[in-house]
T-cell receptor
Framework: EAQVTQNPRYLITVTGKKLTVTCSQN?????MSWYRQDPGLGLRQIYY???????DKGDVPEGYKVSRKEKRNFPLILESPSPNQTSLYFC????????????FGPGTRLTVL | LAKTTQPISMDSYEGQEVNITCSHN???????ITWYQQFPSQGPRFIIQ???TKVTNEVASLFIPADRKSSTLSLPRVSLSDTAVYYC?????????????FGSGTKLNVKP
């Protein structure tokens, strides 16, 4: 089954404790992206990756890092999480073969205390 | 990147046709219009995409007037399960369109 998976689905952590949210897709898509969703602010793009070893900033990249060492994986790294990074995070991969479609993962709900 | 404007929320009743309009006054010649649907605590899901006139699939129709400065997503005979947030996006999918602006979308509430 074609899908985007994220882990963990839920995470509660404390300020300053480094964490990584993993994202993996099995559709061989070149483009992957991370979003955060907050009430009243909608869905905002954090980082995206056009292909392996190619990443770029979205609208809200501060406080986040990404890496793209393999095509299928695109982890999101919070080196020193802060409470304002408490949010719902979505990973997505993009298919441009027929139409331009993004496939989203199930989301990771992060709480930083 | 063309910005879009949508109503914040809409109410409807089961069985009615719902039309959600998106304004994109600064749409560029090569831009396409894409709509996504998002249920609570789930990632958005692609609904429909178009460039001009009318596009229809098994889920919805997309109407785009000649000037392309707006578009209307039409959901026929909605049910309670269509209660969701709907996002309109505009971008040149064939070019260097790599940043996505989802905005806050339109929250559709379908009542029994």
């Amino acid at each position: 089954e074609a899908q985007v998976t994220q882990n963990p689905r839920y995470l509660i952590t404390v300020t300053g404790k480094k964490l990584t949210v993993t994202c993996s897709q099995n559709m061989n898509h070149e483009y992957m992206s991370w979003y955060r969703q907050d009430p009243g602010l909608g869905l905002r793009q954090i980082y995206y990756s056009m292909n392996v070893e190619v990443t770029d900033k979205g609208d809200v990249p501060e406080g986040y890092k990404v890496s793209r060492k393999e095509k299928r994986n695109f982890p999101l790294i919070l080196e020193s999480p802060s409470p304002n990074q408490t949010s719902l995070y979505f990973c997505a991969s993009r298919d441009r073969t027929i139409s331009d479609t993004q496939y989203f993962g199930p989301g990771t709900r992060l709480t930083v205390l | 990147l063309a910005k879009t404007t949508q109503p914040i929320s809409m109410d409807s009743y089961e069985g009615q046709e719902v039309n959600i309009t998106c304004s994109h006054n600064n749409i560029a010649t090569n831009d396409y219009i894409t709509w996504y649907q998002q249920f609570p605590s789930q990632g958005p899901r692609f609904i429909i995409q178009g460039y001009k006139t009318k596009v229809t699939n098994e889920v919805a129709s997309l109407f785009i007037p000649a000037d392309r400065k707006s578009s209307t997503l039409s959901l026929p005979r909605v049910s309670l399960s269509d209660t969701a947030v709907y996002y309109c996006l505009v971008g040149d999918i064939g070019g260097n369109f790599n940043k996505f602006y989802f905005g806050s979308g339109t929250k559709l509430n379908v009542k029994p």
